[in-house]
């Protein structure tokens, strides 16, 4: 099953207050995850801590799945970092900073776990 959403980023302060460690468990357990409706996890069939594919047109990453109901239907939100940067559009139409609003997203279930910050990058580099 996969569900068609309106991927977002922005900081969180837990994802703030970690910044300085980023390889640090703290870190990953604060930005790789992506938060999404109960309705929405419920139609994917997961819960709270399961793995979720999250794909755009910019790539794809493997995330926790985190529920919060004050988002709407089908708007999904990744906290800015690596996990973000993974499937957000990197232009940055001149100003430097990329786009982390309103990225057409699939995510679907899967069994693949989220890969630690070093895993990340690494595959960052062989793709």
């Not at 996990?83 to 990329?98: Q, R």
Request: aromatic letters at 8%; glycine letters at 10%; charged letters at 25%.
């Amino acid at each position: 099953m996969k569900i068609k959403a309106n991927l977002i980023s922005g900081r969180t302060a837990d994802q703030g207050a970690h910044l300085e460690a980023k390889t640090h468990k703290g870190y990953f357990d604060a930005c790789a995850y992506c938060e999404l409706n109960s309705a929405d996890l419920e139609r994917l069939g997961v819960s709270e801590g399961d793995s979720l594919k999250v794909t755009t047109e910019f790539g794809e990453v493997v995330v926790f799945a985190k529920a919060n109901d004050g988002n709407p239907d089908n708007l999904a939100f990744i906290p800015m970092g690596p996990w973000a940067n993974a499937v957000l559009d990197p232009d940055t139409h001149g100003c430097g900073m990329p786009g982390f609003k309103g990225v057409p997203a699939e995510i679907e279930v899967t069994e693949e776990k989220p890969l630690e910050m070093k895993a990340l990058m690494r595959k960052y580099l062989e793709d």
